[in-house]
């Protein structure tokens, strides 16, 4: 059987995997100073991946623990999630601007990173939140 | 201004888990606990939810900290 806290760490897990995986596509293309360190399209798949699972995960919980999964309190933290991933996706501008005229970041390179670090920052973000409430 | 929360006494004097209050209040068991360690202030209708099913009023659950008037 399929209970909320059930659901609330697998979607825990689930952001964790897509947001790691956002994180070293972004490290790798830098380190290896091009847009496509391993297939481009597996952040995204991975994203589409994980939404489909937790979406029948949540399906097959029923409609009494998807309601306590996704109560108001995980409203919260991804709220709180959304709004620090998107000064930290503005600051990623300025950083990549100097890093561009200073270390020859290309701009493909510079472009595939900033993507895929914005959506690591909430994926992660919100994993970080969601856990440290439940200690 | 931090709320004063007394879901905790209450609850455990109604013999009852956060588990089962978070089934009962349709929340989270995480839920339940940011509220009692004041992390997280429940909307009025969670608010007015917890003390339906704890039977007590919302004033006995929350109360807002003395402040000096002049």
Not at chain 1, 28 to 46: E, H, K, S, V, Y
Not at chain 1, 88 to 99: D, N, S
Not at chain 2, 11 to 18: D, I
Request: glycine share 6%.
């Amino acid at each position: 059987m399929v209970t909320s806290e059930l659901l609330s760490a697998f979607r825990r897990v689930m952001f964790a995997i897509t947001g790691l995986t956002c994180l070293a596509y972004a490290v790798l293309a830098l380190l290896q100073m091009r847009p496509d360190p391993f297939p481009f399209w597996i952040p995204g798949i991975l994203g589409l991946i994980s939404a489909a699972l937790i979406f029948a995960l949540a399906s097959a919980a029923g409609r009494k623990n998807a309601q306590q999964a996704f109560d108001e309190g995980y409203i919260m933290d991804k709220r709180r999630a959304e709004a620090h991933a998107f000064w930290i996706a503005l600051m990623l501008y300025p950083i990549f601007g100097l890093l561009m005229t200073t270390v020859a970041v290309a701009l493909p390179t510079a472009f595939g990173a900033m993507g895929t670090l914005t959506g690591a920052a909430y994926l992660l973000l919100f994993t970080y939140y969601d856990a440290i409430g439940r200690r | 201004m931090k709320l004063i929360v007394h879901v905790t006494e209450i609850r455990k004097a109604k013999g009852l888990t956060q588990a089962d209050l978070a089934k009962l209040a349709n929340v989270s068991r995480k839920t339940i606990n940011t509220i009692e360690n004041n992390v997280f202030v429940p909307s009025t209708i969670l608010a007015l939810t917890l003390a339906k099913v704890l039977d007590v009023s919302v004033h006995e659950l929350f109360e807002l900290p003395d402040t000096d008037s002049h």
